[in-house]
T-cell receptor, first 116, second 112 residues
Framework: DSGVTQTPKHLITATGQRVTLRCSPR?????VYWYQQSLDQGLQFLIQYYNGEERAKGNILERFSAQQFPDLHSELNLSSLELGDSALYFC???????????????FGPGTRLLVL | GQNIDQPTEMTATEGAIVQINCTYQTSGFNGLFWYQQHAGEAPTFLSYNVLDGLEEKGRFSSFLSRSKGYSYLLLKELQMKDSASYLCAVRGLLAGSYQLTFGKGTKLSVIP
């Protein structure tokens, strides 16, 4: 158990809908990262938040957005869902946010999203 | 840009040794990580290298050569539970900050 929690574990929805995924980082970690993992693409970095502020953006679609709250939990919002958005969504956390040497990301159990 | 290559699949026998290679190209190299991921589960951290050489951790070792853009993960005394995907990830500069770029993973099957 990494100490990172994610809810829900599974989500089934229809095209065009909007969903929210939730992540709580490990105690003491200030950074939260969101990743998407599909069968053919591997783990793709979406976005990072550090202590409430957006730190970096990766391959995140405009239909997707995220935020980190004062208690450091984070939410990833996916809207106008398409069949291709079906994937595993992982959240990871780390202590800092600047990629210091030795800083490791620890992953939550993921949310499996199925868009029908 | 970032580019990471690792074999798609490997098979090895229980009790044997297997080496999983990873080659990479990155800007602003700041460390290489190996993660283990069982199907449908979270990636779990195995090892970290930032300087050239070998890091040993029990049955798992990881090697890095920065000049060659090359790393390998060595698994000894293979057990059935080692059947999983092994992800090579490089931390480099991406859009002004240090981020991890993952390879697509090597699916290791351990057979009796």
């Amino acid at each position: 158990d990494s100490g990172v929690t994610q809810t829900p574990k599974h989500l089934i929805t229809a095209t065009g809908q909007r969903v929210t995924l939730r992540c709580s980082p490990r105690s003491g970690d200030l950074s939260v990262y969101w990743y998407q993992q599909s069968l053919d693409q591997g783990l793709q970095f979406l976005i990072q938040y550090y202590n409430g502020e957006e730190r970096a953006k990766g391959n995140i679609l405009e239909r997707f957005s995220a935020q980190q709250f004062p208690d450091l939990h984070s939410e990833l919002n996916l809207s106008s869902l398409e069949l291709g958005d079906s994937a595993l969504y992982f959240c990871a956390s780390s202590v800092g946010g600047a990629g210091a040497r030795g800083e490791t990301q620890y992953f939550g159990p993921g949310t499996r999203l199925l868009v029908l | 840009g970032q580019n990471i290559d690792q074999p798609t699949e490997m098979t090895a026998t229980e009790g044997a040794i297997v080496q999983i290679n990873c080659t990479y190209q990155t800007s602003g190299f700041n460390g290489l990580f190996w993660y283990q991921q069982h199907a449908g589960e979270a990636p779990t951290f195995l090892s970290y290298n930032v300087l050239d050489g070998l890091e040993e951790k029990g049955r798992f070792s990881s090697f890095l050569s920065r000049s060659k853009g090359y790393s390998y993960l060595l698994l000894k005394e293979l057990q059935m539970k080692d059947s999983a995907s092994y992800l090579c990830a490089v931390r480099g500069l991406l859009a002004g900050s240090y981020q991890l770029t993952f390879g697509k993973g090597t699916k290791l099957s351990v057979i009796p």
